[in-house]
């Protein structure tokens, strides 16, 4: 169903239990943990059963109830209109109207509860978050936003990458010439790969993800794996974190549990793995505290049960050490394009 | 070596323990000089009936030496009483009991015998009943204690004048008095609401202390003492007076609540003669009858000799002053400990203006319509204040202030400065229970103030919000006008 046909039947829905003379309520899928299940078949999370009636005949409810409609009422005007708002945007836009935020964790709270009450991830309802991932590649596209409608970009563009906006999250592609997509966790080693031109070499689309990846990054990347067949790969950190980033572009983000989150699950993280640390003779550093008690969390994770992550897991807890992409440059500048990635991709 | 031993008289004998009385230091003196000639006005304008029109005033003589000028609207004392009213200790007929503020009969003597040794200056007191004004100068021989009658005058009265005026000069300390001076006026009008005190200060500053109520108390009855009442001294007082009397007759005539069905059973019982002379008994005896006495079943003390505040005009004073947001007076019936009739007035006032002590409890006791100001520690309402459960009736911290009020013909002082209420255990209940029904009664008010408190809020909420749910839905749905949410407010406030 279309996202501005949601928001009319939400609001209907409301408009009818006034005229019954009911306080109006909603049955929001619950968020909390203990409803958030992992999900072996589909690889990812999901939602249980349990809803929270969010009812305006609890005074309680009364404030949240009307920022909820707020959120739909804004969102609605945002598509209508093709415009985007970041999440900042709404907590700050709310100031001009009756429902105020008291800080923007609430706000992103609301957002998030209209997602789940409508299965619809906030990008479809023209909200974005402020981070943004970059990518360069061999792909024309062209965009959709008013304004942009005839404007094509090829994404070589610029030698910094382009942003992961709005505005490209929703163009079309039109010409691809690559074969596969490699998103990147570091800036630096983004910069490296440019510049040793690994886009041609191996006919790739890099995503920078800058640290854990955005949804709009792993949306694009999901795009580009359904639309274009192209497979994905993710290469990060040798530590538990950059295992970690690759997880949640693979399983998608248990933050995320309450929307259809994008997930690729045949994307493959192709390092730094913990092997690679020994076999590649990388410079390394002995895990902190920090790095153990993440090895911990993600040892219990449901999403780590497969023989592939159970080994890596098992890996890092055996060396106890972990290393940097740019730990490769220890062989040279060229190492990365010359061998390491040949070697991964394959 | 040779004792000398002296007899010394009761002037005397106050004179050398000044601090017995409350004169411990200047400021303390300052403070009961005030009062004691105060007090000594507003019984007098109660005995005459009228509505008291109190002027003190206060100024410097020289360094520490003060003078202080009282002048009232009663009817003064009869002229031929004047000296004795004012220049001689425990003056007044102790054989009848009726409650006054001046309960030692020391007052007005005490207050012009500090005088007069600190300032070695006359006092000047003139009295009129409307007619001719008569002027007495006295000082007080304190060795015999018998006043001294220096000098006596008597003028035409112009202006129709009526009451006493006292002239005195004392050393005292004002400046370290003042605090508790002015909380002494102050409440002075909450325990007499009929009463207007004005009083000027050393510095000229005027203040004047209006009244609240426009009536004056109907004025106590004297009444005989309860058997219950008596001690040793004023039962051998009691038969000096009656000793041609039979004892029966004695009985009767000499206390309340004893009938000669009453006096004949009692004297039965304790085995004395009806018929034989009071005379007759021995020390011994009296002991005896005493003791008897002190056993039998007497009917309880009468307690019309007692005059309290009175619940209206308790509330009109404490209104007037506090301005609160709720006030209750409880009156109690009337008590007895050890054969003193006494009745407990308690006062709760909520949310309070003008109260020094903020967010909390703070109390103000009064016995037989004087405030009590100093020793508060010590003091019987403190303690049961201080061990209130007020978390049972009281959630939220608040400008309360508690009033009690004692009146008795023997209130149980702790001391001759009367500052401080003992605690016998019938007092003590008598205030506790008091308190307590204030408190249920505050509780009451509380709740509803809650309950009214809460429908605001949630009509409140409502009004707010849900016009605006129904705008904000009607535009996502695409329609022209919102739903109407009017019963939906008025329906929502109302809920519990």
Same mark, same amino acid.
């Given at each position: 169903m279309e996202v501005v046909e949601k928001l009319k039947r939400l609001g209907e829905e409301i408009c009818t239990q006034i005229e019954r003379g009911e306080y109006p309520f909603l049955d929001l899928p619950s968020r909390t943990t203990n409803n958030i299940v992992y999900d072996p078949e589909r690889g990812r999370f999901t939602l249980g059963e349990a809803k929270i009636r969010r009812s305006t005949s609890n005074l309680k409810h009364l404030r949240s109830f009307t920022q909820t409609v707020w959120v739909a009422w804004i969102a609605k005007r945002l598509v209508e209109e093709g415009k985007t708002a970041t999440l900042r945007d709404i907590y700050y836009l #709310?100031? &001009?109207?009756k429902v105020k935020f008291k800080d923007q964790q609430e706000s992103d709270s609301i957002v998030a509860d209209l997602e789940a009450l409508l299965g619809v991830p906030r990008e479809k309802l023209g909200i974005f978050p402020e981070e943004r991932a970059t990518v360069y590649g061999d792909l024309t596209i062209r965009y959709n936003m008013p304004g942009y409608e005839e404007h094509t970009l090829k994404l070589t563009a610029s030698p910094d990458g382009v942003a992961i906006g709005p505005a490209l999250t929703n163009a079309t592609f039109e010409d691809c010439g690559a074969e596969k997509v490699v998103m990147v966790e570091s800036g630096g080693m983004f910069t490296r790969l440019i510049e040793e031109k690994a886009h041609e070499k191996f006919k790739a689309i890099l995503i920078h993800t *800058?640290?854990?990846?955005?949804r709009s990054a792993r949306q694009f990347a999901y795009r580009l794996n359904r639309e274009l067949n192209l497979p994905v790969y993710i290469f990060t950190d040798g530590d538990p974190w950059g295992a970690h980033i690759a997880m949640v572009v693979i399983s998608g983000s248990a933050n995320a549990a309450h929307i259809d989150d994008v997930a690729? +699950?045949?994307?493959?993280?192709?390092?730094? $793995?913990? *092997?690679d640390i020994e076999e590649y003779r990388l410079p390394s550093e002995k895990f902190n505290e920090k790095d153990w008690k993440r090895l911990g969390e993600l040892t219990a994770d +449901?999403?780590?049960?497969s023989p592939f992550w159970r080994e890596q897991l098992r890996k890092f807890e055996e060396t106890g050490r972990k290393a940097e992409q740019?730990?490769? &440059? #220890?062989?040279? $500048? &060229?190492y990365v394009t010359e061998k390491y990635l040949p070697e991964k991709i394959s | 070596m040779q004792a000398i031993f002296e007899e010394i008289s009761v002037s005397d004998f106050f004179y050398r323990n000044r601090e017995l009385a409350g004169f411990s230091s200047p400021s303390r003196a300052t403070y009961m000089v005030i009062r004691e000639v105060l007090e000594n006005s507003l019984d007098a304008c109660e005995e005459a009936g009228v509505l008291p029109n109190v002027k003190v005033s206060l100024s410097t003589v020289e360094g520490k030496v003060y003078r202080l000028t009282v002048k009232d609207n009663g009817f003064g004392v009869p002229v031929e009483e004047v000296p004795y009213a004012f =220049?001689?200790?425990?003056?007044?007929? /102790?054989?009848r009991l009726k409650q006054s503020?001046? %309960?030692?009969?020391?007052?007005g003597a005490m207050a012009l015998l500090y005088g007069q040794v600190t300032s070695g200056m006359p006092a000047r007191v003139a009295v009129s009943d409307g007619g001719d004004i008569f002027e007495f100068k006295l000082r007080i021989d304190v060795e015999r204690n018998e006043p001294l009658v220096e000098g006596r005058k008597r003028r035409k009265n112009v202006n129709g004048w009526h009451g006493t005026f006292v002239e005195m000069f004392f050393k005292g300390d004002y400046p370290k008095a003042e605090g508790k001076i002015i909380q002494y006026l102050q409440q002075t009008v909450i325990a007499s609401p009929h009463a207007e005190v004005e009083f000027i200060d050393p510095a000229g500053r005027q203040r004047v202390f209006g009244r609240s109520v426009e009536e004056a108390p109907s004025p106590p009855v004297e009444v005989l003492p309860h058997p219950?009442?008596?001690d040793v001294e004023m039962l051998r007082r009691l038969v000096r007076r009656h000793g041609s009397k039979s004892l029966l007759s004695f009985m009767v005539k000499s206390?309340?609540? %004893?009938?000669l069905a009453t006096a004949k059973r009692f004297l039965e019982e304790a085995g004395?003669?009806?018929?034989?002379?009071?005379?007759?008994?021995s020390d011994r005896d009296i002991l005896d009858l005493l003791d008897a006495m002190r056993n039998y079943k007497f009917p309880p003390p009468d307690a019309k000799c007692l005059s309290p505040i009175g619940r209206d005009a308790l509330e009109a004073a404490i209104r007037k002053m506090f301005d609160p947001d709720f006030l209750y007076v409880c009156q109690r019936p009337p008590s007895v400990y050890r054969g003193h009739p006494f009745i407990v007035e308690v006062a709760v006032a909520y949310g309070? /203006?003008?109260?020094?002590? =903020?967010?909390g409890v703070s109390l103000y006791r009064f016995a037989n319509k004087i405030p009590l100001v100093y020793?508060?520690?010590?003091d019987v309402s403190m303690k049961v204040v201080k061990r209130f459960n007020w978390s049972s009736y009281v959630s939220r911290p608040a400008a309360i202030a508690v009033f009690t009020h004692i009146c008795s013909t023997?209130?149980?002082? /702790?001391?001759?400065? /009367?500052e401080c209420v003992a605690d016998p255990p019938e007092v003590e209940r008598e205030i506790e229970m008091g308190l307590r029904e204030c408190c249920r009664r505050l509780k009451t008010f509380l709740t509803g103030k809650i309950e009214v408190e809460e429908h605001g809020r949630r009509m409140k909420a409502y009004r707010r919000y849900l016009p605006e749910i129904a705008r904000l839905a009607a535009e996502l749905a695409g329609r022209d006008k919102p739903p109407s949410v009017a019963d939906l407010i008025e329906e929502g406030g109302a809920w519990r």
């Open positions: #709310a100031e &001009s109207y *800058a640290g854990q990846a955005p690729i +699950p045949g994307a493959r993280w192709i390092g730094i $793995l913990p *092997a +449901p999403r780590y049960q740019q730990a490769l &440059s #220890a062989h040279g $500048l &060229s | =220049g001689k200790f425990l003056y007044g007929s /102790k054989f503020r001046g %309960v030692f009969g020391l007052g219950h009442g008596l206390f309340q609540r %004893v009938g004395f003669s009806p018929y034989q002379p009071v005379s007759s008994l309070c /203006k003008n109260v020094e002590a =903020g967010n020793d508060a520690y010590s023997r209130v149980p002082f /702790k001391t001759a400065g /009367k």
